[in-house]
């Protein structure tokens, strides 16, 4: 079974700063990958995702996430954090093949300070 | 442009009560995914459907049920409701699920308390 760690809990970051979220998986074969981020009240929305080809994706809001298969990561980046990136941001992997089931990891709280 | 709609957006119960959660996808899309997210705690698949027909079964207790109707909105059965049982479950729907690259739409979650 696929399973996603995300080893930090919560993050602080100065705004301006750059910003790296971690996220390792686990998955028998080349996953599907994504990054979501969820606003106090609010649903999850997709930040980026990768299926295959170029292990660099690029997202919304300026994010990036970078496919490692030799460290079984996909770690999110950001050069210039906003106040309003705060939020929590969860790793998720998918089954290749179809289906759309997702597992998340247990997410990061990210707080960005003025 | 249409979202994901979850009805109700709170909802509060007595433990052995029963509740209903309602999910209306976005128009045209046939497939609805069930998730339950504890307090702290990172979404956990519950179901999923594709074309009125389970597709898919995560840990979904069996005092749950679940289906999706002919309009495609799914309803979410919760019997025997226990303490444990509050968290915000969300719903997402997509065009389609065969591929396993269809873009996941997540409503905004309908919060549960157990009393």
């Known amino acids: 079974a696929q399973s996603v760690t995300q080893p930090d809990i919560h993050i602080t970051v100065s705004e301006g700063a750059s910003l790296e979220l971690r996220c390792n998986y686990s998955y028998g074969a080349t996953p599907y990958l994504f990054w979501y981020v969820q606003s106090p009240g609010q649903g999850l929305q997709l930040l980026l995702k990768y299926f295959s080809g170029d292990t660099l994706v690029q997202g919304i809001k300026g994010f990036e996430a970078e496919f490692k298969r030799s460290q079984s990561s996909f770690n999110l980046r950001k050069p210039s954090v906003h106040w309003s990136d705060a939020a929590e941001y969860f790793c998720a992997v998918g089954m290749t093949g179809g289906g759309n089931k997702l597992t998340f990891g247990t997410g990061t709280q990210l707080k960005v300070e003025l | 442009a249409a979202g994901v709609i979850q009805s109700p957006r709170h909802l509060i119960k007595e433990k052995r009560e029963t509740a209903t959660l309602k999910c209306y996808p976005i128009?045209?899309?046939?497939?609805v995914y069930w998730y339950q997210q504890g307090p702290g705690q990172d979404p956990q698949f519950l179901i999923s459907f594709y074309e009125k027909m389970q597709s898919d079964k995560g840990s979904i207790p069996d005092r749950f049920s679940a289906q999706q109707f002919s309009d495609y909105h799914s309803e979410l059965n919760m019997s025997s409701l226990e303490l444990g049982d509050s968290a915000l479950y969300f719903c997402?729907?997509?065009?389609?699920?065969?591929?396993?690259?269809?873009?996941?739409?997540f409503g905004s979650g309908t919060q549960l308390s157990v009393l």
């Open positions: 128009p045209r899309h046939d497939t």
């Open positions: 997402a729907s997509s065009l389609g699920a065969g591929t396993g690259r269809e873009k996941l739409f």
